[in-house]
């Protein structure tokens, strides 16, 4: 298991799901872990299961939150090595039907949000050589009917990953992607809204498509997520690492 000893980390939407199993990886191995997300309640829950996790409530999407929140780990600790732009937002929506506010949700969640918040910690980054680690999804390249925002915005984070990632490397800083797959989490329900008979049915789907015939936990992303931002992985950038249990195959 890596070691991040001393490391300081940001971990936005870390209040459920990926986000809160990559916080507790990155707490398990030493890192003391600021975690972000919009409801103060879940914040505290996911805080208090370990002693090195602390939460800060900010929405990922508001541009003001960046600055803070970055202030927020230097106030804490005085440093920052790690960068997780784990919170995302995307709601199924047909083109036809789709809306300047609700594309504009879309995007300011999954690509301003993540642009704002790697400016904001790049003056801290350059002085521990740390890591950018992007969540991003297997329909940035697997297209599906209904969630052109959503795809479209992660195959942005995607360039924008790689991208960073070369303008980054002389700085000594990596940035990497982890495009994630069907995984259990309330995604489905809290932030594409769907039913419960909906669910069940869009899950069955899913598994018939999976090669593996499962879908994932959020420990199976979480762990490579951890790995690309150890600092032993240090020839790695420019990565996208498809997490999905052969889904996008």
Do not use: C
């Amino acid at each position: 298991m890596p070691t991040f000893t001393d490391s300081v980390a940001i971990v936005t939407g870390g209040g459920a799901g990926i986000g809160r199993a990559v916080a507790r990886k990155l707490a398990e191995s030493g890192a003391r872990v600021l975690i972000t997300g919009r409801r103060p309640d879940v914040i505290e829950a996911a805080a208090s299961t370990h002693p090195a996790i602390e939460g800060f409530v900010a929405d990922a999407g508001n541009p003001t939150s960046a600055e803070a929140t970055v202030a927020q780990a230097i106030e804490r600790w005085g440093r920052l090595d790690i960068l997780v732009n784990n919170a995302g937002a995307g709601r199924p929506e047909p083109l036809e039907t789709s809306s300047p506010e609700s594309i504009e949700a879309v995007y300011r969640t999954n690509v301003f949000g993540p642009t704002l918040l790697a400016k904001a910690a790049l003056t801290h980054l350059r002085k521990t050589k740390g890591s950018i680690v992007n969540l991003s999804s297997t329909l940035a390249r697997k297209p599906i009917a209904g969630f052109s925002a959503y795809a479209g915005s992660k195959a942005a984070l995607e360039q924008l990953t790689r991208s960073w990632a070369v303008e980054l490397a002389p700085d000594r800083i990596r940035v990497n992607a982890v495009a994630s797959g069907p995984v259990e989490t309330e995604f489905l329900r809290e932030r594409m809204g769907f039913s419960d008979d909906q669910i069940a049915a869009i899950k069955a789907k899913e598994v018939e498509m999976i090669p593996l015939r499962r879908r994932g936990v959020p420990e199976d992303v979480a762990r490579w997520v951890v790995a690309l931002a150890d600092p032993g992985a240090d020839w790695v950038t420019g990565q996208i690492l498809g997490v999905d249990g052969g889904f996008s195959l």
